[in-house]
């Protein structure tokens, strides 16, 4: 559950654990532990997002504990840092996550679409291009099933991927791309927006089976590509664009390599890259379709 | 020899390094650093060695590849050798003799 506050955390006294970079080593997100207040035994962690918000994050208590203080649930609350700030997005798109690895899911950074063949699931750093993918084959009649957050689960042998929010989240330029004059906005505004889906855009409401992954490359290919590859070289890409809350806990860190070695050698995965130019969409739409066409 | 690698020194896969085999090849993850590196076929072989108990010596490792792959010396040490170095520069395995004693 989350709740917003108002005013700000103090600076933690320890530098982060962790951080988040993006492709061009900006910090995306700064990990620290905060001490828990005693006689909670499960920690305390601050999530911290410059500019945009801090999450504290308390976890329940572990169910052996004797700890009455500590919460029954994990609580997660938020200190946005201005005015606007996208504190429901934060929490949907990674604190949710997160927490959901850490108690033992499935949750990657990607998005994904319902084709006729199953889920495809497109995984990449930010600004790679997923969402924007996601939305051209919405476009193209297969609609999306989340734009940021892969949720995946173990069902009947296979793996399917479940709906998240129906939103979608675009910058300026590709909002006029998919939307045409409906996704304009207000000029200067370099920010992502959100967008519900409709008939333009549909959104898929049912989980989907998982058909296929594949790995955004960097754009530089010349030509739309595709490759299928082996298991263990997608193990090593996919460990990139995971949730992780803790990276020093090894025994969680080892469960999700095992979640995604399982993964990875249970559903087909694909490296995918082409040029970041709206032109190409079709070609990449017809190539993933027919990569896994039967 | 390579450098910092001799030929009879025992080798032993570090402790925090979690290897899972998949589809024939192997991938490590080095739970300290958060790394992770992929082997194939004859690189696992080579894992596999240096994660029994006691590890292995590139000189056993190359009289292992010699005899199951039918090669020379030269290119068994060679390979051996030139994998130990790699793992040894990335944290991944290390000389025995560095290891802390069981207690």
Redesign the interface.
Known sequence: MLTIASGSLPDPPQPPFDRWLSPDGRTLAEFFRLPAAPPAQAPVYLVRFPGQADFRIALAAPSSSDAQSAPQSDEVIAFPAAAGAAVESLYHNAIVPMLGNHRGGLFLHGSAVASDHGALAFMGHSRGGKTTLAGAFARAGHPFLTEDVLAIERHDLAYRVLPQRPVLRLFADSAAELLGPAGAGPTGDDRKREFAPGQRLPHASGPARLRAIFLLGPGEARQVRHDLLHPAEALGAMMGHGFILDVNDRPRLRAHFERIAALAQGVECHALDYPRDYAHLPQVIAGVLGAVAP | MGHGINISDRLLACP?V?A?E??G???L?D?AG?G???LDEVGSRIWQWLATPGGCTPGEMAERLMRDYGIGRDRAEHDVVALARSLVEHGLAQAAETMPPTP
């Open positions: 925090q979690v899972r998949v589809a090849e192997t991938v993850l739970l958060g992770y590196f992929g």
